[in-house]
């Protein structure tokens, strides 16, 4: 059995968070549902174990403050991926300078892409179907009238379990002490 993937998110439990899966939903059926969220360190394989990890992600977001989040533009990486997905707007910066302090020692991982602070809507399966969705994507946030803005205060590491099947290991608050359960 291969080794599992690990990553930290930031579950987005609101109004913005219910529109994101909804809209998921709409563009891509056949995906199994995702819980809408930021994502801190992409998918990887760790240098060490799930405790050592644990014991650094403690560390590193114990010192982390809270911030806000603005998301912006719905956005596609066409080209690169046919991925649709809303830009961070405001906070991206902070979400950058955080993935840098996390991607080293156990959790450092040489990512395929560069770092870019996102909210994915949904990864299609040709660059055709993406084009599509972006424009039904544009349309239904541009007639979105909640609030935009995201306070990440608490963090999840998570663990790959299956294609598309991910497991919470660990709540994981900024500027506090890990929380296991």
């Known amino acids: ?6 990553a930290l998110v930031a579950y987005i439990k609101s109004a913005i968070g219910d ?13 199994p549902l995702l819980a809408a969220h930021l994502t801190l360190l992409p998918p990887r394989l760790l240098q060490g174990s799930e405790g050592e990890a644990l014991q650094l992600l403690e560390r590193i ?12 533009a719905m956005q596609t990486f066409i080209p690169i991926t046919a ?17 840098r302090e996390l991607n080293r020692q156990i959790l450092r991982f040489a990512e395929e892409w560069p770092y870019v602070p996102h909210l994915t809507i949904a990864k299609m ?9 972006i424009e039904i994507a544009r349309r239904r946030w541009q007639g979105y ?8 205060d608490r963090l999840t590491f998570v663990r790959e379990d299956g ?8 709540p994981v608050p900024l500027g506090g002490s890990l929380v296991s359960h």
Not at 125 to 133: L, P, R, S, V
Not at 146 to 152: A, D, K, V, Y
Not at 163 to 170: F, I, S
Request: net charge neutral.
């Open 19 to 31: 529109f994101v899966e909804n809209l998921r939903r709409e563009l891509h059926p056949s995906l």
């Open 145 to 152: 009238s909640g609030s935009r803005q995201i306070l990440l």
């Open 1 to 6: 059995m291969p080794s599992p993937r690990y």
């Open 125 to 133: 399966n040709t660059k055709t179907a993406a084009e599509q969705a």
């Open 61 to 72: 977001c114990a010192k982390a403050e809270p911030f806000q989040v603005t998301l912006g």
């Open 83 to 99: 991925t649709v997905y809303i830009g961070v707007a405001h906070g991206a910066s902070r979400m950058e300078e955080l993935h």
């Open 163 to 170: 294609p598309n099947h991910w497991v919470d290991l660990a």
